[in-house]
């Protein structure tokens, strides 16, 4: 039954952006399983809760109250236990900055939170079906931010 | 200086000794001289000697002649005592003349042959005695004899009186010699005596030249003494020196007053400048100063001292050991009071501290603009997207309509937002100025404030631009920024009207340009019919966030404006506002041509 669909987290600390997450994926032609926390203690507390089903992709807001997006990406790095989830920054800003230290810190993608809910279910759905193998591989900079 | 001196000195010495030569051979000369009358006057004294003593033979050979004639004619023996006694003084006189001739050969052999004819006369006179007949003075053999005798005794007289004149000559010849000779000493005294009265002059003048020149040089060396005691009053240096070895120190007078003192009010002692040292920098100091004693340089040495009336300064102080004339180290040392460079450097870094946080506030500025700021807008477009897609068919074609006008205003206010942020973080090497047609960017501007120009029936008239070199978005920005003010600021009850002009001019004619860069500038005057402002607030209204009306009665962040300078300012430019309360305001962009 594991493969029948995807298992996707998102932490974010916004209410209205969990909102079109998850109605974005209802919408998405493709079974998931979306779980969101409300911020990076939720969402290591969860991870590292046993006998739980890690998720395929996490989806990473960076200004969270709490525990920031980029301390997770710094912990779950630390962790073998979580290395085969996709990491995907997602982010109301694309200051250099936040992707440079993304990038070095290992997170998979990086996407700017679109501002129409057209593009939002296009750049998830891609996301999600993403070869992770195949990305992680030819992963540079350049193609570490996500166009639409 | 130094060298011209010690020429003259060497100068002088050779005079010195060129004149002690002089006064030597002056010395010997005289004493030859002197040698010389003596010994003449001693030939004098010879020659009369001899000559006497020849003159007294004469007599004496006279007087024994007289004697045997009168014996002769009397045969009285009384007459002979003259005779004999007449032969020993010859004698005498014989032995003395030996004496004075002993080292002369012509009169010695000329007096061997006057002894001969004199013992020859004597021989004669005892012959005639002998041979003399008793009472016969008539016989012919006496008379011969006797005749005999008168021959020879002239013939003696002619020899001494020629010895008497060989003898004069020889006297006059020496006469003349030294005569001659004591002509030249005399000349030669003299000559030399004016040689050294020459030497004494040079001298004197050499020596009187070195004294000016020393005098000269004496003031020159005042002067620049009291210029170095200004100069160091004016760079507030001091200097001073330490004899190591005597432990022996001078402090020039600034050297007091950087401690607060008159100057040589004190002894100039180490544990004397100690005192006035901070007490937290005394033990450093010193330690420092007994590393000078054997170090040949060093480094700077900073402490601080305190002035009686408390004041505190900072002095930086530096060594450097030479080694004297007499083989001792002395440290000759400058010492700096650096409190207002100290005060300058903190001032700098606190200013430095003040623009780093400054920095740092913008730079969170930034983030709040590109995050926080984009965060709700992102939302706002969300939910019309969806409210687009998934409700359209429940709207009216006016809601539709405004949710149209409404994703309209959101977008452009997210390219506000990301202009505004490009704009903050960008400086101008990043932006590409090109040639830019002028007249497209107003209308592009007029575009954006299509709908505030309309519902205010503002008017807007424009002349036609050239195309010129700027970075296209910001001019847009700054026709947007310059025309939205207008307008916002409008006169109650009027509507609004802005006049574009342009017109290229010369720098030099535009007392607002300041140190020109280019000789010509364009120069774009937006002039309305607004609010206006008093004329005092025309520089203050383009700085940051400065507001010259209350929130209430006219929105606006207060960065409009201080964003029109940064553009104009990047493009190396000038904007300058003037306004009428009541009346309007101008705004003035001079752009520069190349």
Known sequence: MQEDYINIILADDDEDDRLFFTDAFEEIKITTRVKTFNDGVYLMDYLNTDGIQLPNVLFLDLNMPRKSGLECLREIKQNEKFNDIAIAIYSTSASEEDIEKTFIKGANIYIKKPSDFKTLKKVLSEVVTINWQYHTNSMNKENFLLRF | MIKTLSNNI????????????????????????????????????????????????????????????????????????????????????????????????????????????????LIAFQTSYSSLPKDDIDDPAFISNFRDGKYLMDSISVKIKSIVSLQNNILETRKNEYENDLMATPLLLFSLLLCSLVLMYVAYNNIYKNIKKLKATNEALEIFKESTNQSEIVSKHGSWTWNVKDNVFTFSDNLYRLVGEQPQSFKPTIENFLNYVHPEDVEQLSKQTEQMKENVELPYIYYRVVHKNGNIKHLKAYGKSLINEENDTVLLGTTADITDEIMSFRALEERNMELE????????????????????????????SRLEDEEAENLSSKGTKYIDRIQNAATRMRLLIDDLLQFSRSNKADKVIEESNIN??????????????????????????????????QIQQLFINLLGNAIKYKAEGKTPKIVIKHKVVDAEDEENIVKPKKAFYHKITFTDNG???EEQYAEQIFTLFSRLHNKDEYSGTGIGLSICKKIVENHSGYITASGQPGKGAVFTVYLPID
Not at chain 2, 357 to 384: C, G
Not at chain 2, 455 to 468: G, H, L, V
């Open chain 2, 440 to 473: 497209l960017l107003l209308e592009a501007a007029k575009q954006d404030l299509a709908e505030v120009i309309s519902a205010e029936n503002a008017e807007i008239t424009s002349d036609t631009f050239p195309t010129i070199k700027v970075i296209p978005f």
């Open chain 2, 357 to 384: 946080r400054n920095n740092k506030e913008l730079s969170s500025f930034n983030y709040v603009a590109s995050h926080d700021l984009q965060e709700p807008l992102r939302k706002i477009q969300t939910f019309l």
């Open chain 2, 10 to 121: 060497s100068f002088l010495r050779t005079m010195l000794y060129l004149s002690a030569f002089v006064i030597l051979v002056v010395g010997a000369l005289t004493y030859r001289s002197i040698t010389e009358v003596t010994k003449s006057s001693e030939m004098v004294t010879h020659t009369y000697k001899v000559n006497v003593e020849l003159e007294q033979i004469l007599s004496n050979l006279k007087d024994a002649e007289t004697g045997q004639r009168g014996f002769i004619i009397t045969r009285d023996s009384v007459f002979l005592d003259s005779y004999t006694s007449g032969r020993s003084k010859i004698n005498n006189s014989f032995a003395e003349l030996k004496v004075l001739t002993r080292n002369d050969t012509l009169l010695n052999t000329n007096l061997i042959a006057l002894n001969g004819l004199i013992n020859k006369r």
């Open chain 2, 531 to 533: 609010i206006g402002f």
